[in-house]
């Protein structure tokens, strides 16, 4: 395990450090998230950012955040507090 920690950490830190500024700069259109809850929305955004604007990508993720987010309002109004 240490010996592939230090083949590959290096690796992967230079990639991350070469597409850090395309991959912050990534912003999903607010009007992609607007059936989402704030905690969905955050998540949506996190994971949107890496696939850098690849739309039939991104489409396809917020649609299954979309379903989970949906089956967590309905588990929470299930909820003697709600």
């Not at 083949?7 to 992967?12: D, G, K, R, T, Y």
């Not at 967590?72 to 507090?81: G, K, M, N």
Request: with cysteine; net charge neutral.
């Amino acid at each position: 395990m240490q010996k592939l920690e230090r083949e590959f950490q290096p690796q992967l830190c230079m990639l991350r450090l070469k597409n850090h500024a395309a991959v912050k700069n990534q912003y999903v259109a607010s009007l992609d998230l607007h059936a989402l809850s704030p905690r969905m929305k955050q998540i949506a955004r996190a994971l949107t950012a890496p696939l850098l604007g690849a739309a039939e990508k991104t489409s396809d993720l917020l649609r299954i955040l979309g379903e989970h987010d949906e089956d967590a309002r309905i588990d929470r109004s299930l909820e003697a507090e709600w």
